[in-house]
């Protein structure tokens, strides 16, 4: 396979949102009524839009799921992530070393809603590498698992998405990099979620950000110019 560009999701990937953002929602979606652990609350939203569960949302709590509640989720969000948030470990020099390799040609596509995605870029200081490239679900006809925002990513860098690897965490991002027609490489921090995300069609599991800069430079050739 010859990589000519490298599409990173966001949370979980390139930030350690994922924790900080599914307490947030537990303790919201338990204040109406639905009441769940915190690894239950993971497991059920991780990678997905909270918009897209609505009927559900709307069932388990008998009240409905309004623009007002989801802007009041997207506040006490991002003043959770603004007090905490960090970079994933490995993060900064994985996408340093893929901008280096591809000659820039890297994006952050992600399920989440832009500000939220260039918020955390910058709290992190990663906004440099990937200014005008950062693609939202929420912008596209479908989010994750759909492949929109991969297939968007990679038309804006001019990129075959067969020529495109994606680097993901949840199942519906691989699903969507899967469905583009890109490589979908995933981040397994837990062995235990390993065969979920194979099944899912990563093509490669990793253990930690930092090992991509090996893992790719040992493969160096696959990186050809455009």
């Known amino acids: 396979m010859n990589f000519q560009a490298v599409l990173f999701d966001c949370d979980g990937v390139l930030v350690d949102s994922e924790p900080i953002t599914n307490g947030v929602l537990r303790d919201m979606l ?20 909270v918009k897209d569960h609505k009927a559900e949302i709307e069932a388990r709590t008998g009240m409905p799921l309004t623009e007002e509640w989801l802007r009041d989720f997207r ?25 280096e390799l591809t000659q820039g040609a890297i994006a952050c596509a992600s399920g989440a809603d832009r500000f939220k995605v260039e918020m955390q870029l910058s709290l992190v200081e990663l906004m440099t590498y990937f200014e005008g490239r950062i693609f939202s679900g929420h912008e596209m006809a479908r989010t994750k698992p759909a492949p929109d925002v991969y297939l968007a990513a990679a038309a804006h860098l001019e990129c075959d998405p067969a020529h495109c690897l994606v680097i993901e965490d949840s199942t519906a991002g691989i699903e969507a990099g899967v469905a583009a027609g890109a490589t979908v490489w995933a981040l397994c921090t837990d062995e235990s979620l390993a065969p979920v995300l194979l099944e899912a069609g990563a093509s490669k599991l990793f253990p930690h950000m930092g090992v991509l800069p090996e893992l790719w430079r040992g493969t160096f050739s696959q990186f050809q110019e455009r």
Do not use: I, T
Request: charged share 25%; aromatic share 12%; hydrophobic share 40%.
């Open 30 to 49: 338990e204040e109406r009524g639905w009441v769940m652990s915190s690894e239950d609350c993971f497991r059920y939203f991780v990678g997905k839009a």
């Open 75 to 99: 506040l006490r969000r991002n003043d959770a992530l603004q007090a905490g948030l960090q970079g994933m470990p490995g993060a900064h020099e994985a996408v340093a070393s893929a901008y």
